[in-house]
C-alpha cells in the first residue's frame, strides 16, 4: 500500500488557477524551449487532442479538461515510476474556460486498433491483459491518510465521471455512507419528502468497500500498446475521470463501456480486474434510474 503525499497535491492544487510548468520534466531539458502558446491550439471545442509530433508533444484541450486530470497524471507517475506507464505531464494553461494540458505524446497505437489485428491473437491479447492487471493492482493499492480519506477528485474535488454527468456536482464526500446517501437523493431531489424512498439497489451495496485511486476509464481506446512486434502496453491515458471511489468503481466502470456480450467484457475484463459482478449488476440498475444510459 501507497500513500499519497498530500502537501506536494496541495503545492499543485496552488497553481491550478494559473499557467503552471513542471520545470524539471525532459521537455525542459532542452534549453530555451517552451511550451506552445494556447493561441496556437484550437480551443474552440469541447474535448480534443492537438499534437505536435516534432516536439514528442500533446495537447489536450476543451472546456470539459481539467487541472484534476493533470494533477492525477502527475501522482500517479510519481509514485508508480515505470510501473504504471503515464504520460509524462509538461505543465497546463487556463484560458477562459478552457484548460489545456500539456503532456508526452506517447508512440504506438491504441489497443482498440490493434486488438482484432490477425497477428495480435490470443497470445497477444493474453500478455497484454497480464501487463494491465498488474498496473491496475498497484494503482488500487494506492491510498489516502486514513484521517483525511474523501470519495472525490484526487485533489479533493468532486467526482468527474461520466456517469454523473450534467447532474448536481457528485461530492467529494467524507465517508461511503455520504456518497450512497447523495446517489439515492439524486434521482429522488424533486419528491416531496413523504415521497421519498430507500433505493433497493444502493441498500444492497457493501457498506465495508474500501476508498482506493481509480482510472475510472480503463477502456482499449485508452490504452497505448507497441504498433507491431510483440505486444506491449506503453501507457494508458486519459485520466480525466480518475479519483478516489469505492473499490468496486474499476469492474464496474470497465463493464459499463463496453458492449455487453464483447470478447473484452465477457474474456478479458475478468483477467484484468477482480470480479465484482454483484457491485457491477446493483450499479448498472441504479445508472439507469438516472439516466446513465
Known sequence: MVQIPPREIDLLLQAS???????????????????????????KGIQDVAIFPEQQLAVKYGREV?????????TVRKLLVDKLPVPELYGWRIRDRNVLIYMELIPGVTLERRWDEADFGEVGKAAVCKELNGMLTLLHQLRQEPSDAFIGSIPGGPLLDRVFEERPTAGPFRTL????SWMEWLPQRFLQASQRY???FLELMPKDSSIV???????PRNIMVTASGPPRVLAIIDWGQSGWYPDWWEHFKMCYTTHY???WR????????????????????????????
Open 177 to 180: 455512507e455520504k456518497f450512497y
Open 198 to 200: 430507500r433505493d433497493p
Open 213 to 219: 485511486f481509480t482510472h475510472a476509464d480503463v477502456h
Open 261 to 263: 456480450e464483447g470478447d
Open 266 to 293: 465477457m474474456n478479458w475484463i475478468p483477467k484484468i480486474v477482480r470480479d465484482r459482478e454483484d457491485e457491477r449488476y446493483l450499479m448498472s440498475e441504479y445508472a439507469m434510474t438516472i439516466g446513465a444510459v
Open 66 to 74: 481539467t487541472v484534476d486530470e493533470a494533477i492525477a497524471m502527475w
Open 17 to 43: 488557477k494559473k499557467d503552471f510548468d513542471v520545470p524539471n520534466s525532459t521537455y525542459f531539458q532542452v534549453s530555451g524551449r517552451e511550451l506552445p502558446d494556447p493561441s496556437t491550439v484550437d480551443v
